[in-house]
């Protein structure tokens, strides 16, 4: 697949690339987080993509910026801003997901659940701007933190119509099922 990028990169270029990624794949949701990564990686580097308002954060959590979302619902394209220490539940999603940092650093724990029902920490990366990330229901039960001492930003394109389902988040986990062995 190849595409055209213009030499000034906005979100009417990702947005465009986006789509045509998505459009392209025969279906398979591993295709489509493919093409999707290939397609938001250039995005990543460049500092006008976002407008000031994406760039606000909430000293209550974390926060979600829609920036658009496919008129037939088939993606949606957010930005989070994360202040120092904010981090999400335990949580998976709906659909596959893409991650790319665009400012600061995420620091992501993955977890497996184990045959009664508890989670076991099963790996964690700190990704850095310019990293790109999928995830695939199931098995992308995770948590995401920012773990520095600046704000961090971080695109993230969802194969739903967030509009309509709210959250791209399908379950949230007890902290109290997470356990230290399987």
């Known amino acids: 697949m190849t595409i055209t990028r213009s ?6 270029s990702l947005v465009s690339d986006l789509d045509v990624a998505i459009r392209s794949t025969r279906g398979s949701d591993l295709e489509t987080v493919d093409a999707v990564c290939s397609a938001l990686r250039p995005a990543l580097s460049s500092p006008d993509l976002l407008l000031p308002e994406h760039r606000v954060g909430d000293p209550a959590g974390y926060r979600s910026h829609l920036l658009h979302v496919a008129p037939d619902g088939g993606f949606s394209l957010i930005a989070l801003v994360w202040l ?4 999400t539940a335990i949580h998976d999603h709906r659909s596959w997901c893409v991650v790319g940092v665009y400012e600061g650093a995420e ?3 993955r977890f497996t659940p184990t045959a009664s029902g508890r989670l076991v920490a099963s790996g964690t990366t700190t ?3 310019g990293d790109v990330a999928g995830l695939l229901p199931p098995g992308d039960i995770h ?9 961090a930003i971080s695109l993230h394109v969802y194969g739903a ?22």
């Open 7 to 12: 030499s000034t990169y906005d979100l009417t």
């Open 84 to 87: 120092p220490g904010q981090a």
């Open 107 to 109: 620091h992501e724990t």
């Open 127 to 129: 990704a850095y701007p």
């Open 143 to 151: 948590r995401v933190h920012n773990t520095s001492d600046v704000t």
């Open 161 to 182: 119509d967030l509009t309509l389902v709210g959250s791209s988040i399908r379950r949230a986990y007890p902290i109290e099922l997470v356990t230290t062995s399987a």
